[in-house]
C-alpha cells in the first residue's frame, strides 16, 4: 500500500512520537511518504482563485502544493498528525487544505479520493480533540473521502514527550499500535451513501449551470470531460 503523511508540526515531540508508532506498525511492505508542515507547504493560500478559474498546477504555490496532492492521489492510506493549537487544527494544516479547495466535490473532485481510507492522530495537553479533527475530517469529506477514522490523545501530565510518565506512554503507544493494526492490509473502500448524495447534487449543480453559462468554466470544462454532464 501507499501511506501519506501529513505531519502538522516539524517539532519531534509528542506528535512525532505517536505517528511514529503508528507508523513503525505499517512500515513493512509499505510505502510511506511524509511531508513536515510548514516547512513543505510554507505559503498562505493567497486567495487569487487561479486554481478554480484556470488550473491548479498554475496556482503560485504549485511547486509545494503539487507534490503532496499528487502523494495524496497515489495513497491508499492518507494519514494527518497534528498537536490541537487553541482548540483547531494548526494554522498550517488549514492553509494546506484551503489548497486543495478546488478538489471540493462542488468543483474538480477526483474519483480516486472515494476508493481511500483517511486517519486523524491527533493529541492536546488536556482540551478535547474533536473540534481539531472537524476541521481535517470536513475537508477530506469534501475531497470525496468516505472512510475516515480519528485518534485522538490528552497528554494530561505535560507537552514534552520526555517527560510524560512511562505508564502515560505506555498507555498511548498501546492504543495507538492497536489502532494502527485495523489498516494492515489493503481494503476494498467504497463510495458512502453520504457521497453518492453529494456527488448527484453537485453533478445536478454542474449540469444546471451549464445551461447558463457562454464561457464554460474550467470546473464545468473538467466535468464534460470526464461525462459526468453532458452538453444539451
Ligand atoms: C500554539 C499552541 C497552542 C496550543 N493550544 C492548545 C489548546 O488549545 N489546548 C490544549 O489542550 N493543548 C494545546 N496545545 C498543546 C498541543 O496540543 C500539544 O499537546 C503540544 O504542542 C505537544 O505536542 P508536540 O510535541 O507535537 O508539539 C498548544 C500548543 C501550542 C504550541
Not at 493567497?46 to 488550473?55: E, L, P, Q, R, V
Request: with cysteine; proline share 4%; glycine share 6%.
Amino acid at each position: 500500500m501507499n501511506i501519506v503523511l501529513i505531519n502538522g508540526t516539524e517539532v519531534k515531540g509528542c506528535t512525532y512520537h505517536i505517528k511514529n508508532t503508528f507508523l513503525d506498525e505499517l512500515r513493512e511492505g509499505n510505502k510511506i511518504i511524509e511531508f513536515y508542515l510548514p516547512k513543505d507547504c510554507p505559503h498562505f493560500c493567497c486567495g487569487c482563485k487561479t486554481c478554480f478559474f484556470i488550473d491548479e498546477n498554475k496556482c503560485p504555490h504549485a511547486e509545494f502544493t503539487i507534490p503532496i496532492w499528487k502523494a495524496i492521489i497515489d495513497a491508499d492510506i492518507i494519514v494527518f498528525a497534528y498537536p490541537v493549537y487553541v482548540l483547531r487544527a494548526p494554522g498550517q494544516i488549514k492553509s494546506l487544505l484551503d489548497h486543495f479547495g478546488v478538489h471540493w466535490l462542488v468543483h474538480r473532485p477526483k474519483e480516486e479520493m472515494f476508493s481511500k481510507r483517511a486517519i486523524i492522530l491527533t493529541q492536546s495537553i488536556g482540551a478535547p480533540n474533536g473540534p481539531a479533527q472537524n476541521d481535517v475530517a470536513t475537508s477530506l469529506s469534501w475531497l470525496g473521502v468516505s472512510d475516515i477514522k480519528r485518534l485522538g490523545f490528552g497528554l494530561m501530565e505535560d507537552v514534552i514527550w520526555e517527560k510524560l510518565s512511562e505508564k502515560r506512554k505506555k498507555m498511548i503507544k498501546m492504543k495507538t499500535i492497536k489502532f494502527a493494526k485495523k489498516y494492515g492490509n489493503k481494503l476494498n473502500v467504497h463510495k458512502s451513501i453520504k457521497h453518492y448524495i453529494l456527488f448527484a447534487i453537485c453533478k445536478m449543480l454542474h449540469q444546471k449551470t451549464l445551461k447558463n453559462e457562454n464561457n464554460v468554466s474550467a470546473d464545468n470544462k473538467y466535468w464534460l470531460k470526464k461525462q459526468w454532464i453532458k452538453k444539451n
